[in-house]
């Protein structure tokens, strides 16, 4: 929620709930959900309503359109209005890829930096992090390519979080899933099994954003 930000008009409280909406799948995923994750999301009978609503945030100053993007009916083409909600701006270091396909016994090898706003995934600017350059598409279902960099904390995993993980010896990047019994690892790609670690299951970060397109500095 933006706390403390004016915006040019005042939201009703399903414009609000609808960017509270878009803000906790931002923080989640690293991308806006899609004008049909919206529908489904607040049961509307249309994605037009999905549009309608963002129109009027856009409107209203509390989105803004990507520079170039002239698609209306997209909400990924959205970011965030308030300049003061994507500070501070933070480098954290980038260890190399992780595979997003079956599991890799190669380490991460440094590979410079990446600036990220941390406010916008939850984390605080002495948060541990660093992220990782995906390779593979068994995390496709969570909006995760081939090419990504996910942002990762150090930090104890929940139940269904994504994580950076050493099974057996190996690396991945995959859901955490318990359900109240020894933790495995899940894809998100049905074409992908499960892991189960056979001795070691070692977790290496919780996924906390994505950036696409990312640039790197050395």
């Not at 380490?107 to 992220?131: F, H, I």
């Not at 995906?134 to 994504?162: F, T």
């Not at 057996?168 to 933790?183: A, F, M, Q, S």
């Amino acid at each position: 929620m933006f706390s403390g930000t004016v915006f040019k008009m005042k939201l009703t409280a399903r414009q609000q709930e609808v960017l509270d909406y878009l803000q906790s799948e931002h923080r989640r995923s690293g991308i806006m959900p899609s004008t049909r994750e919206i529908q489904e999301h607040f049961g509307f009978a249309s994605q037009t309503a999905a549009v309608s609503h963002l129109r009027a945030l856009e409107r209203k100053g509390a989105i803004t359109r990507r520079e170039g993007d002239d698609d209306r009916r997209r909400a990924r083409c959205l970011v965030f209005a308030d300049a003061a909600d994507r500070e501070p701006i933070v480098d954290i270091p980038v260890f190399g890829a992780i595979p997003a396909g079956y599991s890799d016994d190669t380490a991460p090898v440094a590979d410079g930096t990446l600036s990220v706003d941390v406010k916008s995934m939850g984390l605080s600017e002495r948060a541990k992090a660093y992220a990782l350059k995906v390779r593979g598409e068994s995390m496709i279902d969570a909006h995760i390519m081939d090419g990504d960099h996910v942002v990762l904390e150090y930090r104890e995993p929940r139940d269904q979080d994504i994580v950076a993980a050493l099974i057996d010896g190996e690396t991945t990047l995959k859901r955490y899933i318990t359900n109240g019994r020894k933790p495995y690892l899940k894809a998100e790609n049905p074409a992908y099994p499960d892991l189960i670690p056979a001795q070691e299951l070692l977790i290496q970060g919780v996924m906390v954003g994505l950036v696409r397109g990312a640039t790197r500095r050395w």
